[in-house]
């Protein structure tokens, strides 16, 4: 998941690979371009497909399984906190802040305790926010 930080044919490194020396290393600050356009959040309502495929695509960067995968109550509820909160970003944000998280670009703590909720989420992007208003003004 997610977009890929490599220039080229798309066949090498993407992401924190990218990052750590498995391709070219573009800044991160530079990507920011690439994962802004597209829809927002908001405008693309609680029930886009987009949004839920985001969720499960942190899940699977956080190393999150069984019990700690939210059930369809609790993903609602993560839905319409981020469409709240953080509605501004793009879908494909939901995934490069967590991965700019856990290569350190933003400080916050990426660990789930429990099942994956609010707190999660709202932990790291409200951290993404931060360090976006620094890059883009």
């Not at 309502?45 to 609790?74: R, S």
């Not at 670009?105 to 990426?110: H, L, S, V």
């Amino acid at each position: 998941m997610g977009i890929s930080a490599k220039r080229g044919s798309g066949n090498g490194p993407t992401g924190i690979e990218a990052a750590k020396g498995g391709g070219e290393w573009i800044d991160p600050a530079k990507m920011v371009g690439v994962y802004r356009s597209g829809m927002k959040i908001h405008e693309s309502g609680p029930g886009e497909p987009g949004i839920l495929k985001a969720i499960m695509g942190v899940a699977v960067l956080a190393g999150i399984g069984g019990d700690q995968i939210p059930d369809a109550e609790t993903e609602r509820t993560i839905v319409s906190f981020i469409n709240r909160y953080f509605g501004d970003l793009r879908v494909a944000e939901l995934i490069y802040a967590y991965e700019l998280a856990l290569a350190g670009y933003i400080e916050c703590d990426t660990r789930v305790y429990g099942v994956m909720g609010v707190r999660f989420f709202g932990n790291y992007l409200s951290a993404y926010k931060k360090w976006l208003a620094t890059k883009i003004g």
